[in-house]
């Protein structure tokens, strides 16, 4: 009896991608994983150190939420290559929704960023057996590159007190500018200098390393290696100056003790209260967290001819984020830079995260007393240089020359995520984003469309040079009838048939039309009747297998004056066969002449 409860768990268990790639893991495998694991985690030390900072919290948190998240998605995530850990957008919407609850540096305000983290993992989790991936699509892209470049100035913004070493707060662009300001005059010094040379060497190092390494006479693999390793020398060379010449003694703001070793596992202390006021919160990191591996993770399988299921994504990042809530860190997701470079490092399979995840909890035991001298200006220009290429004002062109609905959603979301924060900005962008949609399916496409000569086609009369009928109207519709478009196009017959007093026949093609819902078979139903109060006949043409079979259910086919065709041009000679006749007469006429 046990073991046949029990089948049902196994067979869903094998079903994990690990089982997958697992089966065919070789030396050959282990070898690219390993020096993939090197580089990321290289990287990943200073960032995560970071992203913690950003998110106003102690910076081991950075490196505890870097090690059980990417052990979770090993076992359960399904791209090879996506590393998955703190990033810069979800560490500040980490910073906005946290700090509405509590003070930062208080243990109310780390305990409930581990609460965030076991919610948000909770609802992907939940979505995720749902099979609910497809609500990544209620995002569009442009607004979500306008959200996550607002973000990006925010963020560079939020850091330039660090740069400065002044004291400044704010939620949006205008409280940090103003905050920034007011505190000019305490502009540190040796700060600033530390800041500036760190942000420039970081910026250097982006473009001109590799080449510089080149030119040296190094390999192209080993010159890659260095150059992605740069922030890491940004870090050790701060950190020298700074313990050299006393610059904590002189008002630079150092990490300062890091706790050493890795923390317990604990369960965040939940309550309804809490729960409550994070739900929102939650939810929001949830769907930007998703959409943005879930980019990251198909681009990336797309250059290896891979794949990857957005539910079983919404499944891993679930597990990583509870596995994050556990062990002591804060909302996690795949990282656009950490991924590239995993990918580019040779990464085979996820086992390259877990070996990332090795290599972190080994820097967390014995690494941290050596960032007790690390100035944050260092960690606040690795930010900055982060997220600056987060930053795409081209997105406003490119969509005000294509479509002035998806500028108008972009430029909105970009607006009110700089004027009122990152909370309002993404809840904007999501509203937009539906309201888009609605906008442009409110208003459906409906040509009118004649027989191209010499052919079986139909074209829009707009467009193309067509034969068409006095007594016939052919109206082709580019768009799925459902409630917000149903009474538009209802509008659009009438004012089409009021305007030819001749008219016998009015045929909808309808090769686009893949749903008709309720309130659209209504309009359908009062548009037989006017058209038939008329002395016109309502026809269709074209209509999809589904759609009909959903038609066939009810009694609106015993009512319709008129008939249901295959194709178009089956419809236009049964209703009007001269028209037919003269396009055969056209091609009999063009065979004679050849």
């Known amino acids: 009896m046990r073991d046949h409860a029990m089948s049902p768990i196994i067979k869903r268990l094998k079903k994990l991608p690990i089982f997958d790639w697992g089966s065919k893991y070789n030396g050959d495998v282990l070898t690219s994983d390993l020096v993939a694991a090197i580089i990321v985690t290289i990287m990943l030390i200073p960032q995560s150190l970071a992203y913690a900072l950003l998110a106003g919290l102690p910076p081991q948190m950075g490196l505890y939420a870097s090690i059980l998240p990417l052990l979770a998605y090993a076992l359960f995530g399904s791209s090879r ?57 209620f995002l569009s892209h442009p607004v979500i590159s306008g959200f996550i ?22 939620h949006n662009l205008y409280e940090l500018l103003t905050s920034i300001v007011a505190h000019l005059h305490q502009v540190n010094p040796f700060t600033l200098a530390i800041g500036v040379v760190a942000t420039a060497f970081l910026f250097w190092v982006r473009k001109g390393l590799k080449p510089w390494l080149l030119y040296l006479g190094l390999k192209p693999r080993l010159a890659d290696i260095l150059a992605k390793t740069g922030p890491v020398f940004a870090v050790a060379a701060t950190t020298l100056v700074a313990f050299g010449f006393g610059l904590g003694g002189q008002g630079v703001a150092l990490v300062g003790e890091v706790p050493q070793g890795l923390p317990g596992l604990q369960v965040p202390k939940l309550d309804l209260e809490l729960v409550f006021s994070l739900a929102g919160s939650a939810a929001l990191i949830s769907i930007i967290g998703f959409v943005e591996s879930v980019s990251v993770a198909q681009t990336l399988a797309a250059k290896r001819r891979q794949r990857i299921e957005p539910n079983q994504e919404l499944i891993g990042l679930g597990a990583s984020n509870v596995a994050s809530a556990f062990g002591g860190g804060y909302p996690v997701t795949g990282g656009f830079a950490r991924s590239v470079v995993n990918f580019d490092a040779g990464a085979e399979t996820p086992a390259a995260g877990a070996f990332t995840a090795v290599g972190i909890a080994l820097a967390t035991v014995f690494l941290t007393p050596l960032l007790f001298f690390l100035p944050k200006a260092t960690l606040a220009a690795t930010i900055i240089v982060a997220v600056m290429t987060l930053v795409d004002f081209s997105i406003l062109k490119r969509t005000w020359n294509y479509s002035k609905a998806d500028f108008a959603a972009v430029a909105t979301t970009m607006a009110i995520t700089l004027l009122f924060g990152v909370e309002l900005g993404v809840t904007t962008g999501v509203l937009v984003s539906v309201a888009v949609h609605l906008y442009k399916t409110s208003r459906p496409h409906a040509a009118i469309v004649g027989l191209v000569e010499g052919t079986e086609h139909f074209r829009n009369i707009d467009r193309h040079d067509v034969r068409t009928n006095p007594h016939v109207l052919s109206l082709r519709v580019d768009e799925s009838l459902y409630f917000a478009n149903a009474r538009f196009l209802e509008d659009r017959v009438y004012d089409l048939v009021a305007d030819r007093p001749e008219l016998k026949h009015v ?21 037989n009747e006017r058209l038939d109060s008329l002395g016109v006949k309502l026809h269709f043409s074209e209509i999809k297998g589904p759609v009909m079979d959903k038609l066939k259910r009810t009694d609106f086919m015993h009512h319709l004056t008129g008939q249901i065709f295959l194709s178009q041009y089956q419809a236009i000679c049964a209703v009007a066969p001269e028209t037919c006749t003269q396009t055969t007469l056209a091609n009999a006429a063009q065979g004679n002449a050849k």
């Open 81 to 137: 290559t996506l590393a998955v850990g703190p990033v810069a957008v979800i560490s500040l919407m980490t910073a906005a929704a946290v700090g509405k609850l509590a003070l930062q540096g208080t243990e109310e305000y780390i305990f409930a960023a581990m609460a965030l983290a076991l919610i948000s993992g909770l609802m992907l989790l939940v979505m995720g057996l749902l099979r609910l991936g497809f609500m990544a699509n």
């Open 507 to 527: 045929i909808l093609m309808c090769p686009a039309v893949n749903e008709i819902d309720t309130s659209a078979l209504e309009s359908l139903e009062a548009i």
């Open 149 to 170: 470049t607002a973000s990006g100035i925010i963020i560079a913004t939020s850091q330039l007190k660090h740069i400065l070493g002044i004291d400044a707060h704010g």
